[in-house]
């Protein structure tokens, strides 16, 4: 907009997004402020489903908290299994048999597809394009009847224990991961050819939603966001856990730093999923999937620790205080998707609101997770 | 990286600063300042291209605060009962106190966590805000306001951020009654 624009027309208006409104997917609600078609101010507000876990936390007994790790971010809840049993593991000194820690990572993979095929779907719903949004529930309901097969559930999973997993896989769940993955492995160019190489998606992402390197560190922004931005960080491989050091993947990473960029971040690392998920199915070692002995009461020696796993949004970090008894002392859930939308109120101002809206889709939110 | 930093740090006269086992504690380095010193270290580890991974709180309501320990070169650990006399010690002189906690980490080259760590009186939680220099810190400096109800002296809005918005509770107290 020229300057003699703005100047003729100081008027500005409030705008409310949400928080229901389809495009922030759950209860986010920012406040715009507009200045015709233009974002002059975003801001948004949280807290709609804001449950204090980290008071739960300070309640219950270390394995009591277990199932609300999955109700945190309910899309890939079993990386946020890991992020806590690790932390657990790791004060405690718990030594995880090699079969539970390769189930850990074949199922963990699996989520994280179908974390990123309901983003893709519902990004490009977000975008007017209803088409992929079915394509992708069809995949994605193959990994859920999979994951419910060995966990009981199909998004709040509790599938982890302290030391291992509560149930070992059996072979009617590898033949159906290799098949998935096959399956996948044709549907992958059909979504690129229907939806990555379509004029409409190209012109609504490329070189929108720039978040240039520098300001993803000061906001600190992680995972598919932060890779957008041309910065190669994974904690799967800056700071291996599990047996991610055992199996061969590549982190994809894009430099534009536009939606575009955080779009193919994420179709990308469905394949290396997919890679990582046929290494370990293949390397997958016979065996116990708890060791012999974990301590019936929990109770790590005093003193804080910090723990981080890749999430499918990014670093989810756990930071424990224990006081050496059965509950934790202090227990901060640190969540990707809420740095990553902190950014949101800097990156928004001056655009379009129909692109504003693009680039909160490419962040790939879930609100209980920033909410807690 | 952890040596340089130490080096660093060395002027902004730390209370503390503890190398810590990264297999059990998952940072590598523990540094305690006062409240006067925590912009000037943001700064420092800014420039040195760390990122704000989050900034939380621990309220040590009749407690001690628990504390990582220097261990001293070749020497086993403390003889029991002297041990226990400092603990009593600080104990009275540090019962009413809360923690502010912040994560720091870097997403270039050698793996380097580092945790900066600042006591205060827990009548008067009163700690300089770094927003003005790292815009990711003002989420999580209201959000520990939220929980712990510290003040960021400095802060654009420490208004309910997770918390409904007329809020006057601060739940994650020790003393937080339902």
Redo the contacts between chains.
Sequence with gaps: MSDLARSQNQETFVLNLGPQHPATHGVLRVKLTMDGEYIAEAEPV??YV?R?H??MG?NRTWAQFMPNTARLDYLGALSYNHGYVK?VE??M?IEVPERAEYLRVITVELNRIASHLLWFGAFVLDLGGFTPLLYAFDDREHILDLLESVTGARLTFCYFRFGGLYNDIDDDFITGSRAFIKRLRKRMPEYHDLVTKNVILITRLKDIGILPAEMC?????TGPV?RGSG???DVRK??PYSVYPELDFDVPVYSECDSMARYMVRMDEMEQSMRIIEQALDKLPAGPIMPEKVPRMLKPE???????VEAPRG?F?V?V???GTNKA??L?L?SPT??NL??FG?ASQGMLLADALALMGSLDLVIPEI?? | MIADLKSEFAPLAPVAIIETDY?????HLDVEVGAGQVVAVAELLDRR?F????I?G??WLG?TP?A?QVEAAGEPAAVADSEADAQDGAAEKSAEQMEV?Y?Y?H??GE?C?V?VRCRLERVKPEIPTICQL???A??HERETHD?FGIKFLGHPDLS?????EDADFH??LKDFKV
């Design positions: 949280l807290g804001h204090m980290e008071k300070e932390i790791q004060a000194g560190r000061k906001y600190g922004a932060l910065v190669n960080y800056n700071e005093p003193g804080d620790y910090y723990s981080a670093t970090g930071r205080v224990s006081d002392y202090r901060k640190r809420f740095s902190s950014l800097e909410d807690r | 297999q059990v504690k998952g940072y291209g990122f704000l991974e989050s939380t621990v309220d407690k628990i990582n906690v994560d980490n997403t270039g793996l966590r945790v790292i815009p990711g003002n989420w929980f309910p951020l997770l918390l409904p739940p994650l």
